[in-house]
């Protein structure tokens, strides 16, 4: 097992929700923590109570200058990073039929071409030092399209393909590369559900808890380093999909 005392990690998405989880554990097990999100204020009073530890990086995911310079910051700061972890993500719901399509332009934005970009900015470190962690936060949605959201489940599905690939192209330079697929998560997520989705999805299903995401993370991150985790699906037990 792999230990993370000092190793250093960046998380978009983490001023709540999942993200927010990935980054407490990560700090909780002795590794030092990036926080990325655009929401300044939420990020500065939840990294102020996290300790020395836990660096708070405003960026917004559709600025790809924003995103290019993610790494020199973490590097100044920390001198080092050793994973990512692209957690940060939008939902929309609902029919195609009536559907926004600047609403579906602003979710692949962020769902989509910001992990892209993302990675592309940090892999040229990566494969230098030969090692690195590279976990996107996927869904259920990316591995079974669901109806009551396919613009959604289409943007997960892009970035479950592009786990995929990326992985063989890289593991001859040491960066491992997977991705975790939750189900319904308790999450501010859920607020921009419609009440449809809502009803359809969530009544007697429950959801899971960001801590049990974030713990299978850990769990991915700590594995070996000849043991790549390419995929976690993790499901409320009630979740039928």
């Not at 000092?6 to 001023?15: I, M, N, S």
């Not at 109570?49 to 995911?61: E, I």
């Not at 869904?139 to 396919?150: L, M």
Request: proline content about 6%; overall charge negative.
């Amino acid at each position: 097992m792999i230990d993370l005392a000092d190793k250093v990690f960046a998380v978009t998405g983490a001023a709540s929700g999942i993200g927010e989880a990935i980054a407490k554990a990560l700090l909780a097990v002795g590794a030092k923590v990036t926080l990325c999100d655009c929401a300044e204020d939420r990020l500065r009073s939840l990294t102020a109570t996290l300790g020395p530890d836990a660096f708070p990086l405003t960026v917004d995911l559709t600025n790809r200058s924003e995103v290019a310079g993610v790494l020199d910051k973490v590097l100044t700061r920390f001198g080092r990073l050793d994973g990512v972890l692209a957690n940060a993500g939008l939902y929309v719901g609902g029919d195609v039929l009536g559907g926004d399509p600047d609403s579906w332009d602003r979710l692949l934005a962020v769902n989509v071409n910001s992990v892209f970009r993302l990675v592309h900015a940090v892999l040229p470190y990566m494969v230098k030092q030969r090692s690195g962690d590279i976990i996107a936060t996927c869904s259920i949605s990316g591995h079974v399209a669901i109806p009551q959201e396919p613009i959604y489940s289409a943007s997960k599905h892009a970035v479950l393909a592009f786990v995929h690939g990326l992985r063989r192209q890289v593991a001859p330079y040491g960066v491992r590369v997977g991705e975790v697929a939750p189900g319904i998560a308790i999450t501010p997520l859920l607020d921009s559900w419609t009440p449809e989705n809502r009803k359809n999805l969530l009544e007697g299903k429950g959801g899971l808890p960001p801590e049990e995401i974030a713990e299978a993370v850990v769990f991915m991150l700590t594995r070996p380093r000849h043991v790549t985790v390419r995929d976690i699906v993790i499901l409320p037990q009630n979740q039928d999909i």
